[in-house]
Nanobody, 130 residues
């Protein structure tokens, strides 16, 4: 059974940075897409960053050039979301999720609805104050 656990959330002022971590446990398919989603109160869960099994990434327009998703090459079960130039509208619960197994490209996985992701973490709260 695969599990995902997020960490690194917190409170930061606008313009600041945070790095979220996602640690996967259990068996991970070699072909999988890993994503970061977020959900603000009263809003739908949205994918903000995805990495596919070839290491390609895709980002939502709202975070492009501010967020960066990376994989720890020494521990390919750990993923990071570096968030820079944070804005109050980035305030949300952030979730790590996976579609496994999957041969989707990063762009395809970014466009996939949340219910196609079959593994989820519990989430970590990010609050950006103005």
């Amino acid at each position: 059974q695969v599990g995902l656990e997020e960490s690194g959330g917190g409170v930061v002022q606008a313009g600041g940075s945070l790095r979220l971590s996602c640690t996967a446990s259990g068996y991970i398919y070699a072909a999988a897409c890993m994503a970061w989603f977020r959900q603000a109160p009263g809003k739908e869960r949205e994918a903000v960053a995805v990495i596919d099994s070839d290491g390609n990434t895709a980002y939502a327009d709202s975070v492009k050039d501010r967020f960066a998703l990376s994989q720890d090459n020494t521990q390919n079960t750990r993923y990071y979301l570096q968030m820079n130039s944070l804005r109050p509208e980035d305030t949300a619960m952030y979730y790590c999720a996976a579609i496994a197994p999957s041969l989707r490209t990063a762009d395809q996985a970014l466009a996939a609805p949340a219910d196609e992701y079959n593994v989820w973490g519990q989430g970590t709260q990010v609050t950006v104050s103005s």
